[in-house]
C-alpha cells in the first residue's frame, strides 16, 4: 500500500471548517484513500473513503485531486469533539479483507 | 451504532496472569479480523490477522504462544494474553472488514494494565 505523508498537528477555531491535507504521490490506480480518526482512547473511527471522485458524508467531506497523488479532509464546521489524530490511508480494496496501515497521523485541535 | 464490539474495555491484571479480550462483529459476518496494539503516543500496529476456522497469522516479532488467537465462528475473535507481564500493558484493538461496504470498522479498545 502506498505511503502517505501528514502534518503532524494542526489548530483550528471552534465553528470553523477544518481543512487536513495528506500526500500520497505513490499511489497506484486501484488504491482507495481512507480516513480514520481516533479521539484519545477510543478505536478508530472510521470517516469517509474515496477512489478519485470527491466524496460527501454526514461527517465530512474527502477531496481528492485530478492527478490523485494528494487529497483534504474538510470537516465543514468543526467542534471541540473533533479534536482527534486523524489518519490518511491508502489501500488496495480487493475482495478479501486486508489489514491498514497506520502512519503517525495529524493531530488535530479545535480550540473555543 | 458500533458495528465492532470489543469487551473488556479496560482491565487490570496481576503479572501472570492471562487475559482474554473478545471481539464480535455485530450485524455481519467477518471472516477475517484483525488485532492491533499502540502503545501511549504511538500509532497502532497490526499484530495479526484472525482466520474464521483456520490459524491465526502474525506479525514479525509477535510471539503467537503468548497471543493466542482464536476465532471460532464467523463473528467472534478472541486474543488471550498469557501469563502477561507489565510490558504488555498496552492497548488493544481488533477491526472487520465490511467486505461489501469496503470500510473496516474497529472495536473501541481494551485497556490492558498489568501490575
Known amino acids: 500500500d502506498a505511503k502517505t505523508t501528514q502534518p503532524t498537528s494542526m489548530d483550528c477555531a471552534e465553528g470553523r471548517a477544518a481543512n487536513l491535507p495528506c500526500n500520497h504521490s505513490t499511489i497506484s490506480g486501484n488504491e482507495y484513500v481512507y480516513w480514520y480518526r481516533q479521539i484519545h482512547s477510543q478505536g478508530p473511527q472510521y470517516i469517509i473513503h474515496?477512489?478519485?471522485n470527491n466524496e460527501t458524508n454526514e461527517m465530512a467531506s474527502l477531496i481528492i485531486t485530478e492527478d490523485r497523488k494528494s487529497s483534504t479532509l474538510i470537516l465543514p464546521h468543526a467542534t471541540l469533539r473533533d479534536t482527534a489524530v486523524y489518519y490518511c490511508i491508502v489501500r488496495v480494496v480487493p475482495g478479501s479483507a486486508r489489514q491498514l496501515t497506520f502512519g503517525s497521523g495529524t493531530q488535530l485541535t479545535v480550540l473555543p | 451504532g458500533a458495528v465492532v464490539s470489543q469487551h473488556p474495555s479496560r482491565v487490570i491484571c496481576k503479572s501472570g496472569t492471562s487475559v482474554k479480550i473478545e471481539c464480535r462483529s455485530l450485524?455481519?459476518?467477518?471472516?477475517?479480523m484483525f488485532w492491533y496494539r499502540q502503545f501511549p503516543k504511538q500509532s497502532l500496529m497490526l499484530m495479526a490477522t484472525s482466520n474464521e476456522g483456520s490459524k491465526a497469522t502474525y506479525e514479525q516479532g509477535v510471539e503467537k504462544d503468548k497471543f493466542l488467537i482464536n476465532h471460532a465462528s464467523l463473528t467472534l475473535s478472541t486474543l488471550t494474553v498469557t501469563s502477561a507481564h507489565p510490558e504488555d500493558s498496552s492497548f488493544y484493538i481488533c477491526?472487520?472488514?465490511?467486505?461489501?461496504?469496503?470500510?473496516?470498522?474497529f472495536g473501541a479498545g481494551t485497556r490492558l494494565s498489568v501490575l
Open positions: 474515496g477512489l478519485k
Open positions: 450485524d455481519f459476518q467477518a471472516t477475517t
Open positions: 477491526s472487520a472488514d465490511r467486505v461489501g461496504k469496503n470500510i473496516q470498522y
